[in-house]
Structures are given as C-alpha cells and as structure tokens.
C-alpha cells in the first residue's frame, strides 16, 4: 500500500526551527516528524511512502533517502511553486492513480491511528471517494467550571471535548478522487467541501487513537514530553 506524505509547507510559525528545514524533519520526542510518521505507516503494511515535497526538499531527500533504512519505498514529488494540499496530492497522481486505495497524510501531525480501519471503511461504501480520519477537540484553554452563586468549582486543564471532532489530516482515498483535486488549491477548502455536499465523504471517529499536530514551538514541547511517555515511544 502507498500513502502519501504532504510535506511541502513552510511552516511560518514553527520558525526559528524550519527556517533551514521543512517542517516534516523538525525534531519531536527525539525524532523528525516524518519518522514518526513513516514508523507508523509502515506498521500497518504501508511499503512505499510518496513524500509530496517542496520547501527545502533536498533536506528531505538527504534524510530519508531511498527510504530503505525505514523499511520502505521513498518516491518523491517535487512542486516547484506552493500549490496547497490538494494540488500538491494532484501532481502526485501518476504514481498512485493506479492503486484501488491509497492514503494521504498531512506532513505536521503524529499519530497512531489504525489506518486499516480507514481503508476497511470505505471499501465498505462504493459512491464513497474517502474518509477522514476524526479526532475529537482537545481545548487549546483551561476550562472553569461554575457552580451555585457563581462559585468556582473546578478546573480541567486542556480537557477533550467529545462532542466537537476534528479533521485529523489522515485520509484513505480511491484514485477517482484526482477528477476533483485542484492543480491548485487545498483539500479542506476546495475538495472535500464538495465531496461531501454529493454525500461521497466520510469520516471515521477515533475517540481512544493518541494525535497531535505539530503547529508551534509549543507543540514541539508538549508532544515531545507525551511522547516520551507514550507507546508510540516504542515503535
């Protein structure tokens, strides 16, 4: 199976760190992004990784290389301009339109989401042309909560609210998909808006799965000190 790595980003707010490096090689819990992410990948039979690259892609190509020593296929997709999520996922498409599903992920996040879950929902579904993986929204704030005569009862720090999910940037795809990608543009503004208004769009709740996007200096803390802890540590 291949899965596809959308690792073109500046990353502005991760700077002073991505000022000589694409956000994807940026360090967390002791490893660049992407290894997390490959190690993940290919723990759910993902053999070839097609990392959709631009800022600074020779970095990425010194890194991982061949991919062999990851335990994978490593293809790249150059864009020579910023052509957003769905168009850098449409220059790709002559290396994975022919597969019968496919997965794409967004570059900045770590995760251990079952991906076979995903691929397992929509071979389930044929009008369907994806699913989204969803998380639910962890409060960027402490939460107080309020009791009688406004007293203050309680504080949860951070707390997930499960009522409100998230797009978790983890996709399984059918190759038919391409006929409504941008050549520029995004997946979350241009494509899956309109596959879902055709009810062919999906989304799958992983309530249980650790995720976290690496958006800020402060991210880059945070997960590294989770993950030190987590089982994803162990990968």
């Known amino acids: 199976m291949k899965a596809a790595i959308i690792a073109g980003g500046l990353g502005r707010r991760l700077r002073p760190l991505t000022s000589d490096r694409p956000k994807p090689l940026v360090e967390v819990g002791g490893k660049p992004i992407i ?3 490959i190690e ?3 723990s759910y039979g993902v053999d070839t ?10 970095k990425l190509v ?3 290389g061949s991919g062999g020593r990851f335990g994978v296929t490593a293809v790249y997709v150059v864009e020579e301009e910023p052509l957003g999520t769905g168009g850098a996922l449409k220059n790709a498409e002559n290396i994975l339109k022919n597969d019968e599903v496919f997965i794409a992920v967004n570059g900045d996040i770590i995760t251990d989401i079952p991906i076979n879950e995903l691929v397992e929902e929509l071979e389930g579904v044929d009008e369907a042309l994806g699913v989204l993986a969803l998380v639910p929204l962890k ?8 009791g009688s005569n406004n007293r203050v009862v309680s504080f949860r720090e951070k707390p997930i609210i499960p009522n409100y ?3 978790a940037g983890v996709y399984a795809l059918k190759p038919e998909v391409f006929k409504h990608l941008p050549k520029k543009g995004d997946l979350e503004k241009d494509t899956f808006p309109k596959l879902a208004s055709q009810g062919r ?20 803390e945070e997960a590294g000190e989770e993950l030190i802890k987590s089982k994803l540590k162990e990968v």
Request: charged share 20%.
């Open 165 to 167: 999910l998230i797009n």
């Open 35 to 37: 290894q997390w992410q």
């Open 40 to 42: 993940w990948l290919r």
């Open 139 to 146: 409060s960027p704030y402490g939460i107080v909560e309020l």
């Open 62 to 64: 010194d890194f991982l």
């Open 201 to 220: 769009l999906l989304g799958k709740v992983f309530l249980n799965s650790y995720w976290r996007s690496i958006d800020t200096l402060k991210d880059v």
């Open 49 to 58: 990784v097609v990392v959709l690259a631009g800022y600074h892609r020779e």
